[in-house]
């Protein structure tokens, strides 16, 4: 079943949206179907009205309750931005050691660095590019997490994808312990391989990549799609990694309360189900829920609730439609069996990066979500009452810059990376993202 599932993926070209965040490394032809909404995503900002006033893309959509979308604008706390870095050239993530040190990665070409106390940016860590096959031309970076024991064992997690002929293999998790004066890995070890390795001839985006670790020290991470126009229906099949979200113990090996463990035809590894292109992923402190964002096609993007063995619907039932205009699938939004999202945008913000807020600097932001915003250039806030979105504030407008990540630090600033690329990464991509500091006024 495997090899005739492989078999067919390869012989698929896949083409990306404008909205989608992690597209080739170089760029490749594109498809003539036409782009996503081109309008503009200035947002308004009255308090008690949707930040979003523009028609939605899907003409019949209805949220399925009232919270479900368009929440009400709600202004909270002014901030001090504090630039930490300029010259980035392309960023995907960032974790805090605890020395104060903050790890960066970078997606082209693919590094870790670390940026010590006094704003220096160290070399590239040594390493990294061993996890490399031997048929890569590059690595790209993804997701960067800290081990749990760090403080003893200096192990970290990270994410990443060969550049194999023009195109990016499947997503891959590492683990290595960091010698932070030497700026080196050591016992490199990749631990994970997303199957199908290589899912078509040519794939940019929609690999996923984000890592969330649980309080027993397990990981779940995001695997994309890697979706066509229109798209192909992996992520409903059980025999591909494509469009799940995958738990595993620190070793790689599928972790033991898996839903799906000793079914025929089914990968050990899989947690959830029927996702696409998965850009943020993070606990709730307060509830230990695992809460997930991800791309819409045209309209909408997701903020979900994951849970065991649950199947969220792609492409079956979406709030959006097809790039060209079209609908997908039999055009609904609700089926038996299938999770609607707990938030949905439409049309589309392209969110990246999701991040809960726990820190004592913003008494204002107690009980928030960020979200970072590539296609709207803004941070997004959210109020969450009984895992419900009944507030939203767009942060950053002012800066004009798609956000990749967001992370709270230990100090309970809010640490922000901004993207200087576009809807392709590439060699040309200039080296101005930047990394940003939030603290009160």
């Known amino acids: 079943m495997r090899t005739s599932l492989i078999t067919a993926l390869w012989a698929c070209t896949i083409v990306l949206g404008a909205d989608d965040a992690q597209t080739p490394l170089a760029p490749g032809p594109r498809s003539q179907a036409a782009p996503t909404d081109t309008r503009p995503s200035a947002v308004t900002t009255i308090e008690g009205q949707p930040i979003e006033r523009r028609p939605a893309e899907k003409g019949d959509d209805k949220p399925a309750f009232p919270e479900q979308t368009r929440a009400p604008y709600h202004a909270s706390a002014s901030f001090h931005v504090t630039v930490l870095v300029d010259n980035l050239p392309a960023p995907w993530s960032l974790a805090f050691l605890p020395d104060g040190k903050i790890l960066l990665t970078e997606r082209l070409p693919g590094s870790i660095r670390i940026l010590d106390t006094k704003g220096v940016l160290s070399e590239p860590v040594t390493g990294v590019a061993d996890l490399a096959s031997a048929a890569a031309k590059d690595i790209g970076l993804l997701d960067v997490v800290l081990d749990p024991h760090f403080a003893t064992n200096h192990q970290i997690f990270f994410t990443f994808f060969d550049y194999v002929d023009g195109t990016n293999s499947n997503t891959y998790v590492a683990r290595a312990r960091l010698d932070e004066v030497k700026c080196a890995l050591s016992n490199a070890k990749v631990i ?141 939004t609700h089926k038996e069996g299938m999770e609607e999202p707990v938030y949905y945008w439409d049309p589309v913000i392209a969110p990246s990066g999701l991040a809960f807020y726990t820190g004592t600097l913003f008494p204002q932001w107690q009980g928030s979500v960020f979200v970072g915003g590539l296609r709207s250039m803004m941070l997004d806030r959210l109020t969450i009452v009984n895992d419900k979105v009944v507030a939203e504030e767009p942060l950053l407008t002012d800066l004009h810059a798609r956000i990749r990540d967001v992370r709270v630090g230990p100090d309970g600033a809010v640490y922000v990376l901004t993207d200087s690329g576009t809807g392709t990464v590439s060699p040309r991509t200039p080296p101005t993202s930047r990394l940003l500091k939030l603290t009160p006024k």
């Not at 230990?288 to 991800?294: D, F, P, V």
């Not at 790039?323 to 609904?332: C, M, Q, R």
Request: charged letters at 25%.
């Open 192 to 332: 994970f391989r997303a199957q199908p390795a290589m899912p078509s001839k040519r794939l940019g985006g929609k690999t996923g990549g984000r890592i969330a670790i649980a309080r027993d020290g397990s990981l779940f991470v995001t695997i994309g799609d890697r979706s066509d126009s229109p798209p192909w229906d992996v992520a409903q099949q059980l025999s591909t990694d494509l469009g799940k979200i995958i738990h595993i113990t620190p070793e790689g090996a599928s972790a033991p309360d898996n839903p799906f463990i000793g079914r025929p035809g089914v990968l050990p590894e899989i947690w959830a189900y029927g996702t696409r292109s998965q850009e943020g992923l993070a606990f709730d402190p307060r509830t230990g829920r695992l809460w997930e964002t991800e791309h819409g096609p045209r309209g909408g993007d997701e903020l979900n609730i994951i849970e065991r063995g649950k199947n969220y619907g792609w492409p079956v039932i979406v709030h959006g439609i097809d790039y060209p205009g079209t609908p997908i699938g039999e055009g609904i």
